[in-house]
C-alpha cells in the first residue's frame, strides 16, 4: 500500500478563497483522521470519522471548516472562506479499527493564505 | 482531557551520544502510545508504538519505554547521529476517544 496519499502538498490561495484539502486512507482502515499543526498551537485533531461516519467534529474551529467522506477511500477538509490564521500544514491519518493499533500519517498539505 | 508534555523542548548533542527524550501524560487510562519523528517540512514517521500492557519497544538504535500508573515514557536513542536530528513528537490514544493526542515535540539536533 502507498499509505496514506493527501493532495495537494502546497497550497497558496488569497484570503475569502475556498480551499479543498483531499485525503485518501490506507485500504481497509476504519478510522480516518485530520489534524492540523501550527507552531504556536503544535498538533491538533480538527476530525475524525469511523467508517465515513464523522465521529467527534469538536475540534473544527469554526463553521468555515467542513469535512466529509463520502466513501471508504477518500475525504476532504474544505475551509470556505479562507482566512491567513488558517495558514497551517494540515494532516490525514488513519488507522484500523482495533483499539491498539497504529495510526499512519500523510505527508500533509501546507496551507498559506495570503 | 488528555494532556502530553515533552521535556526538553529542544536538545544538542555531539555525535555518538545516547540520549532519552521524555514524554508525560495525565492521564493514564490509555489504549498506547506513539513515537514519530518529523523532519522539517515532512510528515510524522512513525517509530514505535507502544500497547497500554507493554513496558517497552525497541527498534535498531531506538528503545521506548512506558511507565502507565506513572504516566511516563521514554525515547532512548542509542549512539546517536547527524541523521537522528529532527523533532520527536509522543502520542498517547486513551479514553474514549481513537484520537491521538500530541505533545509538542523536541527538537533534536546531533551535531557531527
Known amino acids: 500500500d502507498a499509505g496514506v496519499i493527501q493532495s495537494p502538498r502546497h497550497e497558496v490561495t488569497e484570503m475569502g478563497q475556498e480551499v479543498t484539502l483531499r485525503c485518501k486512507p490506507i485500504s481497509g482502515h476504519d478510522y480516518l483522521f485530520w489534524y492540523r499543526q501550527t507552531m504556536m498551537r503544535g498538533l491538533e485533531l480538527l476530525i475524525y470519522?469511523?467508517?465515513?461516519?464523522?465521529?467527534?467534529d469538536s475540534g473544527m474551529p469554526e463553521d468555515r471548516f467542513s469535512a466529509k467522506m463520502p466513501n471508504a477511500s477518500f475525504s476532504t477538509l474544505k475551509i470556505q472562506p479562507s482566512e491567513p490564521r488558517d495558514s497551517a500544514v494540515y494532516f490525514c491519518?488513519?488507522?484500523?479499527?482495533?483499539?491498539?493499533?497504529?495510526?499512519?500519517f500523510g505527508q500533509g498539505t501546507r496551507l498559506t493564505v495570503v | 482531557k488528555q494532556e502530553v508534555t515533552q521535556i526538553p523542548a529542544a536538545l544538542s548533542v555531539p555525535e555518538g551520544e545516547n540520549l532519552v527524550l521524555n514524554c508525560s501524560f495525565t492521564d493514564s487510562a490509555i489504549y498506547n502510545l506513539q513515537w514519530f519523528r518529523q523532519d522539517p517540512g515532512k510528515g510524522l514517521t512513525s517509530l514505535l508504538l507502544?500497547?497500554?500492557?507493554?513496558r517497552e519497544q525497541t527498534s535498531g538504535r531506538l528503545n521506548a519505554s512506558l511507565d502507565k500508573s506513572s504516566g511516563r515514557s521514554t525515547l532512548y536513542i542509542a549512539a546517536s547521529q547527524p541523521g537522528d536530528s529532527a523533532t520527536y513528537l509522543c502520542a498517547v490514544k486513551g479514553g474514549s476517544a481513537r484520537q491521538l493526542t500530541f505533545g509538542s515535540g523536541t527538537q533534536l539536533t546531533v551535531l557531527p
Open positions: 507502544i500497547q497500554s500492557s507493554q
Open positions: 491519518a488513519s488507522s484500523l479499527k482495533v483499539r491498539g493499533t497504529e495510526a499512519f
Open positions: 470519522f469511523n467508517n465515513n461516519v464523522p465521529i467527534d
